[in-house]
């Protein structure tokens, strides 16, 4: 069925005049030159979908809630990698102890705040869940799992529910769906999703989904691409998908039949066709330089995108050849583009798979693959796991420059606990602030899996981990030799209009559910204030500050103190008339966080005041709606 929308010229013009666009900062090809690394990718012709589907919106339909699990692992991963993980498993539980401290507070920065969280997808019959998740700027979330998604808005309340199956309700995808990614682009205002469909060459379909509003219940356009481009007896798997000025890509990995891996490719898409549910056109990318394991392409980091093209990380793991390699696509569809790669010497190891309480069942840690990646101010920041310390993995966070191109990192972790699958996003107030935030799984033989997230400022020195989501349980189903799958993913992304910034995450923890020790789906918002100063910010010579402000609800009040002491903290009317004494009491040496809720007064302006010994510490003004 061929579905197509045409917009009015004057609307589309006016979309693309409220795209922020930015230019990439080029990598200096004379500087970089020992990096380079000898490319001849192939690129399919430009070819054009004009099969458009219309995703179905009908809550009435009955869920079948069909499944179907191999517990023999798919794509296994090569048998030396396999024996690696295997014997530091092994050494791992010989070598454990009764006890491990947890992660102490002696950072100089302030732990994550967590605010709104809540239950989100639960355990649909397929693991891992495979979580991915995007907010708009509408305050819209979308959240997916492997077999279902789910529509959010900012308080927890579930506006949609549904399988992949029935949200397709698509005769020709008869064969499981899978392996969900979905992202928010600012620049057209919309969200763009991916999901897989079969794992066997001959039904293998990569399903392109493109909102056709920035509110997800008003339906999406789908596509279906093949997952064997090459036509080489392949199946598609684990994409990774990004967004430019113009265009939009998946990544994926290619498997044979039998399992074997074959190599990586790149889609590379017009999005303002797919937006608007239009005949699409595409290519794809194949033969890429030493067949890197998991391509990750790196979209703009805050508000707008970036192009034309787009840049791609990926990471190798060899002994004493360990690499991070940059890739440049350097054009969109509409140019000439290329691919450029670069090679950076690295330093990654294997670690164990995790343990956890209450079981001998570990869960899987697969591999040390680039993970989540976004690009900012002439650098791309990506996340991965790989080992730390003593069979242990922690997340490896990375900031590589374009230009001169070099990577800095750290490994963020701690003795006794496998911190995996992290997700990175920027929380920077500006387009040159490096900070991000970075949620991951972790668990360990005294804990149950669990969701957390750091974060690490401008300058690079990173806070301790907030807890978003306990685990209640282990988790062993489908279990297989002992060994069952914990993640693959976890979910993260910045509410692009947001000020002071504001992310947005999900991620799994060990949750007993429909007679099994499975994995749930936990949301979660991390807001800017902490119960001290802003985190990572030096102080301000400002006394204090109110946030939000305006509000509708509660105010916060942030002041600091040379000296504890007693204070009264006053709401004034524009009047100058005291309206109510809300706190007198001991305040702290340093920042104080103080709140209250507006109760019942009338809308309008006022003043919160702090006195302390009869001297008017700060006076700010407030509005309530």
Request: hydrophobic share 35%.
């Amino acid at each position: 069925m061929k579905k197509i929308k045409y917009l009015p010229l004057a609307l589309i013009l006016l979309v693309s005049a409220t795209q922020a666009q930015y230019q990439k900062v080029r990598v200096d090809t004379e500087s970089a030159k020992k990096y380079q690394v000898p490319l001849n990718p192939q690129k399919s012709n430009i070819m054009t979908i004009q099969d458009v589907r219309s995703s179905n919106l009908n809550r009435n339909l009955p869920e079948w809630n069909q499944n179907l699990v191999g517990f023999a692992k798919i794509h296994e991963l090569p048998e030396n990698v396999q024996r690696e993980i295997a014997e530091k498993t092994q050494r791992k539980i010989n070598n454990q102890k009764g006890f491990y401290p947890d992660e102490s507070t002696g950072s100089a920065l302030s732990n994550p705040t967590l605010g709104t969280n809540f239950s989100a997808n639960v355990f649909g019959g397929m693991t891992p869940p495979d979580n991915s998740m995007a907010i708009s700027n509408g305050g819209y979330i979308v959240s997916v799992v492997n077999s279902n998604l789910q529509y959010y808005d900012m308080s927890g309340h579930n506006l949609y529910s549904s399988s992949f199956t029935n949200f397709f309700n698509d005769p020709a995808l008869t064969g499981m769906l899978y392996d969900p990614a979905v992202l928010y682009d600012p620049g057209y205002d919309r969200f763009f999703m991916v999901v897989l469909s079969t794992a066997a060459s001959a039904t293998s379909k990569v399903v392109c989904c493109f909102s056709k509003t920035n509110n997800p219940n008003d339906g999406w356009w789908y596509y279906k691409i093949t997952g064997n481009p090459l036509n080489n007896g392949c199946w598609f798997d684990y994409p990774k998908i990004g967004v430019s000025n113009n265009e939009v890509y998946v990544t994926g990995n290619l498997f044979l039949d039998n399992s074997t891996y074959n190599q990586s490719v790149i889609y590379q898409m017009t999005k303002a066709s797919g937006y608007s549910g239009q005949a699409m056109s595409y290519r794809y990318w194949n033969d890429i330089t030493n067949s890197p394991f998991t391509l990750v392409p790196a979209s703009y980091g805050q508000q707008g995108n970036y192009g034309p093209g787009i840049y791609l990380v990926s990471t190798y793991e060899n002994g004493s050849s360990d690499k991070i390699y940059l890739f440049d696509l350097t054009d969109d569809l509409t140019g000439t583009p290329t691919i450029n790669a670069y090679a950076l010497d690295a330093s990654i190891s294997l670690a164990g798979n995790a343990l956890q309480s209450g079981t001998s069942v570990v869960l899987n840690t697969d591999d040390t693959r680039a993970m989540s990646a976004f690009y900012l101010d002439g650098i791309v920041q990506f996340v991965f796991h790989s080992e730390r310390s003593n069979n242990y993995n922690g997340v490896n966070y990375n900031r590589l420059t374009v230009s001169p191109l070099s990577n800095w990192n750290i490994n963020f972790g701690l003795d006794g606990y496998d911190y995996c699958y992290p997700s990175v996003a920027s929380f920077g107030s500006s387009s040159s602030d490096k900070s991000a935030l970075v949620t991951f799984s972790r668990s360990g033989s005294t804990i149950f899996p669990e969701t957390r997230v750091f974060y690490i400022d401008d300058a690079g020195t990173n806070s301790g981990s907030t807890l978003v989501k306990g685990g209640e349980t282990y988790v062993d189903v489908y279990q297989n030799g002992g060994i069952t799958r914990w993640g693959d993913y976890t979910g993260i992304c910045l509410m692009k209009n947001s000020s002071p910034p504001e992310v947005w995450l999900s991620g799994s923890y060990g949750a007993y559910q429909s007679s099994q020790n499975a994995l749930n789906t936990w949301i979660g918002q991390i807001t800017w204030e902490t119960t001290g100063i802003p985190i990572g910010k030096t102080q301000s010579t400002k006394l204090a500050r109110v946030f939000p402000n305006p509000s509708s609800d509660i105010f916060k009040l942030e002041f600091s103190m040379e000296k504890s002491a007693v204070v009264e903290i006053a709401l004034i009317d524009g009047a100058g008339r005291m309206v109510k004494l809300l706190l007198k009491d001991k305040a702290e040496e340093g920042k104080n966080l103080f709140s209250f809720n507006k109760g019942v007064l009338s809308n309008g302006i006022y003043f919160l005041q702090v006195k302390c010994e009869n001297t008017i510490l700060a006076n700010e003004k407030i509005v309530i709606e």
